[in-house]
């Protein structure tokens, strides 16, 4: 009987949470093989380095992320509730795997290739913010003219939250119920600057 084990899937899964626990620096094939419960040729064979291993896991992540805010901003007709909505997800969300691991795409080296794989997947939250802010725009909803600059000032804004708040999780301080709190007033309090 032909086994139905998803290996290359089991990879996947298992390096995602290493990643998160332990970054991609402090990961090696050897955890990775380990984690999985199967021979370095059998990782080999579906992958060819710990770098294309996590290509896929960010690659999968931010795909199920895209597709989350994509269903929920599809249940809302107005642009001011859709830029609330996904701040609200973006901070909900604090303790998907993908976003401990996202900020070391930063500050490791990885090739060309790799590196625009990375910027396509973190450049579709800038595609859809800046389309609900043209929106806002043409339906005379905001203020300003230019939705790349809104989108950048409102994306800069919802990461350094939830950086303080990643923070607080990882300091164990008990802070983050009181910062996801302030997140949601810095949402508002953006929506209130720019709204007609």
């Given at each position: 009987?032909k086994s139905t084990?998803?290996?290359?899937?089991?990879?996947?899964?298992?390096?995602?949470?290493?990643?998160?626990?332990?970054?991609?620096?402090?990961?090696?094939?050897?955890?990775?093989?380990?984690?999985?419960?199967?021979?370095?040729?059998?990782?080999?064979?579906?992958?060819?380095?710990?770098?294309?291993?996590?290509?896929?896991?960010?690659?999968?992540?931010?795909?199920?992320?895209?597709?989350?805010?994509?269903?929920?901003?599809?249940?809302?007709?107005?642009?001011?509730?859709?830029?609330?909505?996904?701040?609200?997800?973006?901070?909900?969300?604090?303790?998907?795997?993908?976003?401990?691991?996202?900020?070391?795409?930063?500050?490791?080296?990885?090739?060309?290739?790799?590196?625009?794989?990375?910027?396509?997947?973190?450049?579709?939250?800038?595609?859809?913010?800046?389309?609900?802010?043209?929106?806002?725009?043409?339906?005379?909803?905001?203020?300003?003219?230019d939705p790349e600059?809104?989108?950048?000032?409102?994306?800069?804004?919802?990461?350094?939250?939830?950086?303080?708040?990643?923070?607080?999780?990882?300091?164990?301080?008990?802070?983050?119920?009181?910062?996801?709190?302030?997140?949601?007033?810095?949402?508002?309090?953006?929506?209130?600057?720019?709204?007609?």
């Open positions: 009987m084990r998803n290996t290359k899937q089991e990879i996947v899964n298992a390096s995602l949470e290493l990643f998160a626990s332990k970054g991609y620096g402090g990961t090696s094939m050897n955890d990775i093989i380990s984690a999985v419960g199967i021979s370095k040729g059998s990782v080999y064979w579906h992958f060819k380095s710990k770098e294309e291993i996590f290509m896929q896991v960010i690659t999968e992540s931010y795909a199920e992320w895209i597709s989350l805010v994509n269903s929920e901003l599809a249940l809302i007709d107005d642009p001011i509730d859709k830029l609330r909505k996904y701040g609200e997800l973006f901070i909900a969300t604090i303790d998907m795997p993908v976003w401990r691991i996202s900020p070391e795409t930063y500050w490791n080296e990885f090739s060309a290739e790799n590196r625009k794989i990375l910027d396509n997947c973190f450049s579709q939250d800038d595609i859809i913010l800046q389309g609900i802010f043209q929106e806002a725009i043409d339906q005379n909803l905001i203020s300003g003219e600059k809104l989108m950048w000032i409102y994306i800069s804004s919802l990461e350094g939250m939830f950086e303080k708040i990643i923070l607080s999780y990882k300091n164990q301080d008990n802070n983050h119920e009181k910062l996801e709190h302030y997140a949601a007033s810095g949402i508002e309090l953006f929506l209130k600057t720019i709204v007609r």
